[in-house]
């Protein structure tokens, strides 16, 4: 399936017979010759804003590449799949997923298994905080009670999540 934003792009491209936005002479690229005219005359035709950073961050959702051997001049975008003398390469052009992970390999070990293995594995991360915990708490209440002298404060980050341990910072280091 081809998104309507490569469809207008495509169709600008093809249709628009000014040289303020054009395919490369190879029909590999877009080059934007002069963006003031593309913005105010061109963009607001084909989409339903005048506003080129959002048709920019078009451009990186799907993966297209800023030429930056030219930094003076015209702007240049290519991809691989998007090309005059071939359209039916269009649907190849894939937006960018956004991820809530922090970690991308983290993402692309959890693509690689069926729903019912990650939700074990969830249940299994869960239940291993649970413990960690609880042992914490265990070795809270084992501790001895120490008297706390007045320039001296008592730091605690999240003990259960990481190697834990209490630190000791005095408030004088602070000031």
């Known amino acids: 399936m081809v998104t309507p934003f490569l469809i207008n792009t495509s169709k600008m491209l093809n249709e628009t017979r000014s040289s303020c936005i054009q395919w490369s002479s190879d029909g590999s690229k877009i080059v ?3 963006r003031p005219v593309f913005v105010s005359s061109v963009l607001p035709r084909f989409f339903r804003h005048s506003n080129f950073e959002t048709f920019r961050r078009q451009l990186l959702y799907y993966q297209f590449i800023r030429d930056v051997s ?3 001049g015209p702007l240049i975008y290519s991809h691989l ?4 003398d071939m359209p039916h390469l269009l649907p190849m052009v894939k937006r960018k997923k956004v991820s809530n992970c922090k970690n991308p390999q983290q993402e692309d070990n959890n693509n690689k298994f069926p729903p019912h293995i990650l939700r074990e594995r969830q249940r299994d991360q869960k239940r291993k905080q649970r413990q960690r915990k609880r042992r914490y708490r265990r070795r809270v209440r084992k501790q001895p009670k120490e008297k706390e002298e007045k320039h001296d404060v008592m730091i605690r980050n999240e003990p259960w999540e990481e190697e834990w341990g209490w630190e000791w910072e ?3 280091d602070n000031l």
């Open 32 to 34: 934007i010759n002069d």
């Open 70 to 72: 030219v930094a003076e």
């Open 81 to 84: 799949c998007f090309h005059r």
């Open 170 to 172: 005095s408030i004088f």
